[in-house]
C-alpha cells in the first residue's frame, strides 16, 4: 500500500537538547579522515573566530539520523524501514556548529510521491539553538522499495 | 594565507580518498549508523549488494573533505548536497577501495558565494549525482 500522502506537512516534537561536545566533533572528523586544525585544535578555532573547535559540514547526520526515529518508527506512517534507501542528502547552513553549540531538532515531512511502485519521503530537520536560533537544515529524502521487483 | 580567486567554468583537480573496512567501522562508531550492511558481509549479500558498502553518508563526508582540502579552509561550507545513485563496495582487503572527487566551478557569485560542481567515480563509476557544494569566499 503506497504511503499515505496525508503526512505532507506533519511536523515532530522538538527533541531534546543535544550538547555538541569538543571531543565528539575530533571523533567525527578522524572517523571521516579529516585532520584539519579548525576541527581539533582550539587555539586555532580561536584564532578564526570561533569559541571552540568547528564542526565538519556533514556533522549534523548524527542529530538528524537520530531524529529520524520519530517519523520511522512512528506507527501511524507505518514505515517499513528495511526496504529504506537513503535516495538525497543536503545540509544547508545559517553558521557553522562549534563545540558547546546546545541544539535542538525539529523533524517534517514535507512530501511524499509515489513513482514506479516506490515510495518517496522528504524528510526536513531544523536543527536550531534552545533560544530558537536556526542554525542548520537537514533535508534528507528516502526511497521506500516497494515489494513489486 | 590569500585564497585562490575561482572563476565559472574552473576545474578543480582531482583528489583519491581509500576507503577500508575499518573506515567504515569507525564511521559507524563516530555517526551512530550502525547499519549491518556497512559491516557484516552476510548481512549485505542477504539484501542482494555485492558484499559490504560504505556509507553514503561516508562518501558525502569525503566530498566535504574535497571541497575543503580545494578551498583550504576547514569552515568554507555552507550548503552541501548529493544525491546517491550506486553504492560504493568495500572489500575486505588492506587497500579496501578509493574514490576519486573532482569539480567544476558552476557559478561565482557577486556577494562571494561560490557552487562546486562535483563528480565522485569509484572505479569509474558515478556514485554521486547532483553533487553541489557552496561556499563562501573571504
Redesign the interface.
Known amino acids: 500500500m503506497p504511503m499515505d500522502q496525508s503526512f505532507i506537512g506533519r511536523t515532530y516534537p522538538p527533541t531534546e537538547p543535544y550538547q555538541v561536545g569538543r571531543e565528539k566533533i575530533r ?2 572528523a ?5 585532520p ?4 581539533h585544535d582550539v587555539a586555532a578555532a580561536h584564532a ?1 573566530g ?1 569559541r571552540d573547535v ?1 564542526a ?3 556533522f549534523p ?2 542529530l538528524s ?2 531524529a529520524m526515529e520519530q517519523i520511522v518508527t512512528d506507527p501511524e506512517l507505518g514505515m517499513d524501514y528495511s526496504r529504506v ?9 545559517r553558521r ?1 556548529i562549534v563545540a558547546g553549540d546546545e541544539l535542538v531538532v525539529v523533524s517534517s515531512i514535507d512530501d511524499i510521491t509515489h513513482r514506479g511502485g516506490h515510495d518517496f519521503l522528504t524528510t526536513r530537520a531544523e536543527l536550531s539553538t534552545p533560544a530558537g536560533e536556526p542554525v542548520v537544515t537537514v ?1 534528507c529524502k528516502l526511497v521506500v522499495r516497494g515489494h513489486g521487483e | 594565507m590569500s585564497e585562490m580567486a575561482y572563476e565559472t567554468g574552473q576545474q578543480l583537480p582531482q583528489q583519491t580518498f581509500r576507503v577500508t573496512r575499518a573506515d567504515l567501522v569507525r564511521y559507524a562508531g563516530a555517526s551512530g549508523d550502525f547499519n549491518p550492511i556497512h559491516w557484516s558481509q552476510r548481512t549485505a549479500e542477504g539484501v542482494g549488494l555485492p558484499g559490504v558498502i560504505a556509507h553514503g553518508m561516508y562518501t558525502m563526508a569525503l566530498a566535504g573533505r574535497a571541497v575543503t582540502n580545494w578551498v583550504g579552509r576547514a569552515d568554507a561550507v555552507l550548503d552541501i548536497g548529493v544525491r546517491f545513485t550506486r553504492p560504493v563496495p568495500v572489500p575486505d582487503t588492506d587497500g579496501g577501495t578509493s574514490v576519486d572527487f573532482t569539480a567544476v566551478i558552476k557559478s561565482v557569485s557577486e556577494d562571494g558565494l561560490v557552487t562546486f560542481d562535483l563528480t565522485a567515480t569509484c572505479g569509474g563509476e558515478k556514485v554521486l549525482a547532483q553533487a553541489r557544494v557552496v561556499i563562501r569566499q573571504v
Open positions: 571523533e567525527f578522524d572517523a571521516i579522515g579529516a584539519d586544525d579548525l576541527y578564526a570561533y568547528v565538519p559540514p556533514t547526520i548524527i539520523f537520530a534507501v537513503h535516495g538525497d542528502q543536503r545540509f544547508s547552513y557553522p533535508v
